[in-house]
């Protein structure tokens, strides 16, 4: 499987608290990405990145932010955390040659917000 | 605009009968690429086939087989034999040659009954 990681894989927190969620990677791929799943919904992408410091939205951006500094580090924050950001968000790498490669997805980060 | 539809939203087999499930996808695009990925109880998501729009051979993988019909829109996934083991939820997706993104099914639930 590809070397990815993601911290931490349980997190509850309060209404309004803010909230960062780190994706790891040591396979070099130049995109990294950030999904929620939900039920009913599949999965949605929130934001992604093609490059260090090269970031765009994706289909339900609103509410979060993302960073990425090094190649191998995508950070999500949940600038003040809502109820109806409670989810299952999970990281994906992908573009290892070109942006229509695989994602391969890491395990997942549990987020209730109560 | 991508769009992809698994109307199946679960379905229950008793373990060795035959199962397919069902992908139709939208697209404008006349390069594309078509995915599936399993995600099993314990919540990761596992990357199982890749197929481009210019490849309709169909595929086989021990007791996993994809259709892929451009005349239809559909990619279909069979499992011959099921076994208890591949109780899951599926999930197909399409991504387009211009856009840098995933786009997810609802997923359907498989359940595999000994």
């Known amino acids: 499987d590809a070397g990815i990681t993601q911290s931490p894989r349980h997190k509850v927190t309060e209404t309004g608290t803010p909230v960062t969620l780190r994706c790891h990677q040591t396979?070099?791929?130049?995109?990294m990405y950030w999904y929620r799943q939900d039920p009913g919904h599949g999965l949605r992408l929130i934001h992604y990145?093609?490059?260090?410091?090269?970031?765009d939205k994706g289909e339900v951006s609103d509410g979060y932010s993302v960073s990425r500094s090094k190649t191998e580090d995508f950070l999500l924050t949940l600038e003040s955390a809502t109820s109806s950001q409670t989810s299952v968000y999970f990281c994906?790498?992908?573009?290892?040659?070109?942006?229509?490669?695989?994602?391969?997805f890491g395990p997942g980060t549990r987020l209730t917000v109560l | 605009a991508q769009k992809v539809t698994q109307a199946q939203t679960e379905i229950s087999v008793v373990e060795k009968e035959d199962v397919t499930l069902d992908c139709v996808y939208e697209t404008r695009d006349t390069t594309y690429y078509l995915f599936w990925y399993k995600q099993p109880p314990s919540g990761e998501l596992v990357f199982l086939i890749r197929?481009?729009?210019?490849?309709?051979q169909n595929e086989i993988s021990g007791r996993y087989s994809w259709n892929f019909q451009k005349s239809t829109s559909s990619f279909n996934f069979t499992i011959t034999a099921s076994q208890v083991v591949d109780s899951a939820v599926y999930f197909c997706?399409?991504?387009?040659?211009?856009?840098?993104?995933?786009?997810f099914g609802t997923g359907t639930r498989l359940q595999v009954f000994p």
């Open positions: 396979e070099n791929h130049r995109y």
């Open positions: 197929r481009n729009s210019f490849d309709e």
């Open positions: 990145s093609y490059g260090v410091k090269d970031t």
């Open positions: 997706a399409l991504s387009e040659y211009n856009t840098d993104k995933l786009i």
């Open positions: 994906a790498i992908g573009g290892l040659a070109d942006r229509t490669d695989t994602q391969y």
